[in-house]
């Protein structure tokens, strides 16, 4: 059998953002990038030797012999360019190559036609001891492109707060989500005010008040807010709110032995914003809320089947708000994942049977660290990359000699419990929309078209 092999990394960032393909957070570190230093390309594999791409030119894991190309790639955390923590390359079947950045500005090159891409971002979780650490890795082939542009948010963060008005009666509740990481706080009508903890930087603000017998909900927004300083300036006023337009979803190809069917919706800012949530809390409508200019909505269907452990979901993307009939995709998958070693830092594989069409395919692990780190390793591969195999193999790239590495950017070993999930996704969106960038606005790109994902989730315990 024909397999290609994929040395892995990142993040989880809830998995279904493999649809839109996020940008994370991340704080730089000037000291984070020194001399570059280089790593095998992977673990050995689990028949005991080492796993390596094929060295032909035009095989899986591409291999040298093409004209080089030169990257120059700007970094930004938040607002500012800045380094990133951890920044590494992969050119074709070479080793990884930690990059060396000056200011926010990293310069390589590739040869390819096929090479890897990691980068690491932090969020902080409330104070300076509590933090997710999310590696991202990407396959791509150099027809793909090559992403000129990475960010992270701010790991600062500051309480922004307000008095909340204009609940129509005391049976509403309400949400306030902040953009552009997607964080949200609830409050009842009772309530006089709200709190948040933010990122510093730009931020938008949506905020929905619901009422669960009568399914009527209003949403307000506030955009580019500049957060630098602690404020209680953020009054949240939902008097005169107009209701939103109802999107009335419908599942005409779903098959017998589903666990659920439900959908949701999030508005997509043109500054970047992605605000989930404005559903009716019951899987069962969504809302269009407060769009403006190039915004879009992305409304999502999902079922989940009991018998295949498979959820399939469709994202559509609309300027002008529509009812939708989801078709969602047919194929499931049965992944094959091992733990391949425990020092320094766990490292997995995961084995997914190529699906024809496929425009990317992910594989991710997380853990809960509290309470002190978090960590998430996601890699996503291109179609192109992983070519004409019959079988796309992942492996968690060992990182470890690099410069800038530390052991806590790893998968522990003393996890109780490290859970995965592998993605598929077809798409009709031109393949420069799966890669990494920032800012991670939506573009002329996406209006009109829909993303179809088949995902499946589990846990090892190390």
């Not at 040869?111 to 971002?121: D, E, I, R, S, T």
């Not at 989940?304 to 993307?317: L, M």
């Not at 994902?453 to 315990?461: A, E, M, Q, R």
């Amino acid at each position: 059998m024909k397999r290609n092999v994929m040395m892995v990394g990142p993040l989880f960032a809830i998995l279904t953002t493999a649809a839109i393909g996020f940008s994370h957070g991340c704080k730089s570190s000037s000291a984070s990038q020194g001399e570059t230093g280089t790593s095998s390309a992977g673990p050995t594999g689990a028949g005991g030797a080492t796993t390596a791409a094929s060295s032909s030119s035009g095989g899986p894991g591409g291999g040298g012999g093409g004209t080089v190309k030169s990257v120059t790639m700007t970094t930004f955390v938040g607002d500012t360019q800045a380094n990133l923590r951890f920044v590494a390359f992969k050119d074709g079947d070479g080793n990884w190559q930690a990059a060396s950045g000056l200011g926010g500005t990293y310069k390589f090159n590739l040869v390819g036609p096929k090479y890897g891409l990691a980068y690491l971002c932090r969020h902080t979780q409330e104070n300076d001891t509590y933090y997710t650490s999310e590696m991202s890795v990407t396959y791509a082939h150099i027809d793909d492109g090559v992403p000129n542009k990475l960010g992270c948010f701010s790991e600062k963060l500051h309480k922004i707060s307000g008095a909340v008005k204009g609940f129509p009666g005391t049976n509403w509740q309400g949400t306030a989500r902040r953009g552009p990481d997607g964080g949200s706080i609830s409050f009842n009508a009772g309530n006089s005010d709200f709190k948040m903890l933010t990122r510093e930087g730009a931020l938008d603000l949506v905020a929905a008040n619901y009422n669960y017998n009568t399914k009527q909900q209003t949403f307000l927004r506030k955009d580019a807010l500049a957060v630098f300083q602690d404020s209680s300036n953020y009054d949240l006023d939902f008097a005169g709110r107009a209701a939103p337009m109802t999107i009335n979803p419908s599942y005409p190809n779903k098959v017998p032995g589903e666990k659920y069917c439900s959908s949701d919706c999030g508005l997509w800012t043109t500054g970047g914003t992605l605000f989930y949530g404005l559903g009716d809390g019951q899987g069962e409508h969504c809302y269009s809320a407060g769009m403006k200019g190039s915004d879009l909505l992305v409304i999502q269907g999902r079922c989940y089947y009991d018998s295949t452990k498979n959820s399939f979901e469709q994202w559509v993307y609309q300027t002008n708000p529509s009812d939708v009939a989801f078709e969602l995709p047919k194929f499931t998958l049965s992944p094959i994942i091992q733990v391949l070693s425990k020092t320094p830092v766990v490292q997995m594989s995961a084995d997914v049977a190529a699906i024809a069409d496929a425009a990317s395919y992910s594989f991710s692990t997380w853990f809960n660290g509290f309470p002190k780190t978090d960590s998430q390793w996601t890699i996503t591969a291109t179609g192109k990359w992983a070519g004409g195999s019959q079988t796309v193999h992942f492996e968690t790239p060992d990182l470890t000699k690099l410069s800038g590495w530390n052991d806590e950017l790893g998968l522990s070993a003393t996890a109780a419990e490290i859970k995965w999930g592998v993605t598929v996704l077809q798409t009709n969106r031109p393949v420069a929309t799966l890669l990494p960038r920032w800012p991670n606005a939506p573009t002329s790109d996406y209006v009109g078209k829909s993303d179809k994902l088949v995902s499946t989730y589990g846990s090892v315990i190390p």
